[in-house]
């Protein structure tokens, strides 16, 4: 296939890799320069959004947050210039759902159909082309796009209509960030209480309690290893369309409030491009206590 692929950074960038691996005809944009290694494997670097959905059946967005994507679409030079009737746009980016169901209205008006489907996964996740794709939009357009979902990710779930997939990976973020803190609590109780953390995640592990968090991140916490991964910064991102759609659906998130509480702590301490497993940081700050590190007194 001719595909379109607009945002080309951490996560965009393998991804855009893994269609050209499988053959596709890829054209391609980004804020900057088209990585060098895209275009060595057969990508075309295009100049603007609007020649990449001229000349691609099926256009891709990457990109950061939710005026990243209307910009991209709708700007100048955007998307919606090249389109025409019969193309698909698919965004997989992490944005807000009630503007995604604007956005695909949009589209549509021009007689193209709209995906929602973002990812999880992570970084690695994109490398290893196993990310979990969560979508909302029409049936059809999801069989017609299954096949490159499938050179990208493992998990792929059409989950309902245009704005589906943005509220199921807001939720998919909120059990992350409550499971982040849930083992970060844990093995700062234990740490502090002077039981070696590395032998207590691993008793863990093979419990009820056992689960990819702890598992991950649990790992990070204990050798302090907070490189991203998937930013602080982001997260928070992801929390604040969780609360933002919550007052707006007169939902109560308490807990998702706390931990964007601890996210927002650590970004005040010059923490807002760690992993978000060190949402544990703020937890140590208030506990004067360093996961691993001796008991005092």
């Known amino acids: 296939m001719n595909i379109g692929f607009v945002g080309l950074g951490i996560m965009g960038s393998p991804m855009a890799g893994h269609l050209i691996a499988a053959g596709h005809t890829l054209f391609l944009n980004t804020l900057g320069n088209v990585p ?26 990457m990109v950061p947050d939710t005026p990243d994507v209307e910009t991209v679409l709708f700007g100048k030079g955007g998307v919606a210039e090249g389109l025409s009737a019969g193309k698909l746009v698919i965004d997989m ?11 695909a209205k949009r589209i ?18 994109a490398k290893a082309a196993s990310l979990t794709i969560m979508v909302g ?31 199921t990976k807001v939720a998919n973020q909120i059990i992350v960030a409550l499971n982040i803190e849930a083992v970060g609590e844990a093995l700062l109780f234990a740490s502090r209480a002077g039981a070696d953390p590395a032998k207590v995640r691993q008793a863990l592990m093979g419990g009820f309690a056992a689960s990819r968090i702890l598992e991950v991140h649990g790992d ?3 050798k302090r290893t907070f490189d991203p991964g998937f930013r602080i910064a982001l997260h928070q991102k992801d929390l604040n369309l969780a609360l933002t759609t919550a007052r707006q ?17 650590c970004a005040a301490h010059g923490g807002a491009a760690w ?14 206590h360093e996961i691993g590190a001796p008991v005092k007194g």
């Open 220 to 222: 990070r916490m204990v």
């Open 249 to 265: 659906l007169g939902v109560s998130l308490p807990n998702t409030a706390t931990a964007q509480e601890l996210f927002n702590a």
């Open 137 to 167: 939009g029409p049936e059809a357009a999801f069989e017609r796009a299954k096949p490159l979902f499938e050179k990208m990710g493992k998990n792929i779930t059409l989950v309902g209509g245009n704005g589906d997939g943005q509220t």
């Open 36 to 61: 060098e290694e895209l275009i060595k494997a057969g990508g075309n670097a295009e100049a603007s959004a609007a020649d990449v959905a001229r000349k691609a059946d099926i256009i891709i967005t």
């Open 93 to 103: 980016s992490s944005i807000s759902p009630v503007e995604t169901k604007k956005f």
């Open 275 to 288: 992993d978000h497993s060190a949402l544990v940081r703020a937890l140590e700050i208030m506990a004067n």
């Open 108 to 125: 549509n008006e021009l007689g193209v159909d709209y995906l929602d489907a973002p990812v999880s996964g992570g970084e690695v996740g």
